[in-house]
C-alpha cells in the first residue's frame, strides 16, 4: 500500500507561482510512476503531468512550458511547481501513482491516489 498526501495549495493572483508537493509512504517509491492530476468545479477529473521511473516527463498541453513536474526518490516525493497561472488553473490537484508504465496520462492506470489540494487563482 502507498499513501499519498498533498501539500502547498493556496490562494494566488493570476500570473504567480505556486509549488505543489506530494509525500508518498511506503519504501518502492522510485518504483512507481507519479502524476498529478485536477479537477474543477463542474468537470471531470483531467491529467496534468506525470514523471516516470526513468525520470520521463509528460504534460497536458494546457500547461506545456508553465508546470514542471520532478521527483526525489530520496524523499519519497514529488513536486509540481505551477508558474504563470491563470484563472483557469483554479481546481482540486491530486497526486496519483502507479506501477504501471503505460496510459500514464490516463486515469484508471494509477492505484493509488491523494485526497486533493485546492488551489485557486484570482484574476
Known amino acids: 500500500q502507498v499513501q499519498l498526501v498533498e501539500s502547498g495549495g493556496g490562494l494566488v493572483q493570476a500570473g504567480a507561482s505556486l509549488r505543489l508537493s506530494c509525500a508518498a509512504s511506503g519504501r518502492t517509491f522510485s518504483s512507481y510512476a507519479m502524476a498529478w492530476f485536477r479537477q474543477a468545479p463542474g468537470k471531470e477529473r483531467e491529467f496534468v503531468a506525470a514523471i516516470d521511473v526513468y525520470w520521463g516527463t509528460y504534460y497536458a498541453d494546457s500547461v506545456k512550458g508553465r508546470f514542471t513536474i520532478s521527483r526525489d526518490n530520496a524523499k519519497n516525493t514529488v513536486d509540481l511547481q505551477m508558474n504563470n497561472l491563470e484563472p483557469e488553473d483554479t481546481a482540486v490537484y491530486y497526486c496519483?501513482?502507479?506501477?504501471?508504465?503505460?496510459?500514464?496520462?490516463?486515469?484508471?492506470?494509477?492505484?493509488?491516489w491523494g485526497r486533493g489540494t485546492q488551489v485557486t487563482v484570482s484574476s
Open positions: 496519483a501513482g502507479t506501477v504501471s508504465s503505460r496510459n500514464l496520462q490516463r486515469m484508471f492506470a494509477y492505484d493509488y
